[in-house]
């Protein structure tokens, strides 16, 4: 079963901030973030391994909060070449396999 | 170093007709996975092998999906009869580790199902 991402779609401009959630009805072992670019292949951005881990990189940084089942990526103060899809990408304790979402579209507007 | 190779990058065949789809992954990687990806359905994960031997296929639509990892550095992804309902982009993708590992993504195989 996918995680569920919300929203589908974000328009923003040059430097507003965004935030993606990604949420499982299994519990979490992980949650996996990537990006992708029209035309190429899913980019690594993070992975979280525990609960209540923060990590950041950049701008764009990501929590799991492993009771809520639950993990948003924070996008500040985001720039032209953050634009693609964000798919949150989750391994539940009970099953290895990684399930992404159905990502996030995210443009940034000049 | 190169990333993830696959191959072809675009097909295009008639319905009915054999595709295979190559993939070579990153050297000392020990787990690969196929995705297929489609506006519809997203990235959805057809199988993942570890050290060679596949340990989930769950994902794969149907008889007519197979595939083999014969050694550490190739595996293929066959679908024979084709239908249009298969046209997607096939990603192939390794990682150090089926588990927590990042996954290094090929660029990808468009294939078109006429």
């Known amino acids: 079963q996918q995680p569920v991402q919300s929203p589908q779609a974000v328009i923003l401009r040059e430097g507003e901030d965004a935030v993606i959630n990604c949420s499982s009805s299994?519990?979490?072992?992980?949650v996996h973030w990537y990006r992708q670019k029209h035309g190429e292949a899913p980019v690594f951005l993070m992975i979280?391994?525990?609960?209540?881990e923060q990590k950041g990189h950049d701008k764009i940084s990501a929590s799991f909060n492993e009771k809520k089942q639950q993990s948003s990526l924070y996008l500040t103060a985001s720039q032209l070449s953050y634009s693609g899809t964000y798919f949150c990408?989750?391994?539940?304790?009970?099953?290895?396999?990684?399930?992404f979402g159905s990502g996030t579209q995210l443009t940034v507007l000049p | 170093d190169a990333g993830v190779i696959q191959s072809p990058r675009h097909e295009v065949t008639e319905m009915g007709q054999e595709v295979t789809l190559r993939c070579k992954p990153i050297?000392?990687?020990?787990?690969l996975f196929w995705y297929r990806q489609t506006m519809m359905r997203g990235l959805e994960l057809l199988i993942y092998?570890?050290?060679?031997?596949?340990?989930?296929d769950s994902g794969m639509p149907e008889d007519r999906f197979s595939a083999k990892m014969p050694n550490a550095s190739f595996s293929t992804l066959k679908i024979q009869p084709s239908e249009p309902r298969d046209s997607a982009v096939y990603f192939c993708?390794?990682?150090?580790?089926?588990?927590?590992?990042?996954?290094?993504f090929g660029e990808g195989s468009r294939l078109t199902v006429l």
């Open positions: 993708a390794s990682s150090f580790t089926d588990r927590d590992g990042e996954l290094f």
């Open positions: 299994k519990a979490l072992y992980s």
């Open positions: 979280l391994l525990k609960g209540g």
């Open positions: 990408g989750t391994e539940w304790v009970a099953a290895r396999q990684l399930t």
């Open positions: 050297s000392g990687h020990n787990s």
């Open positions: 092998f570890n050290n060679n031997v596949p340990i989930d």
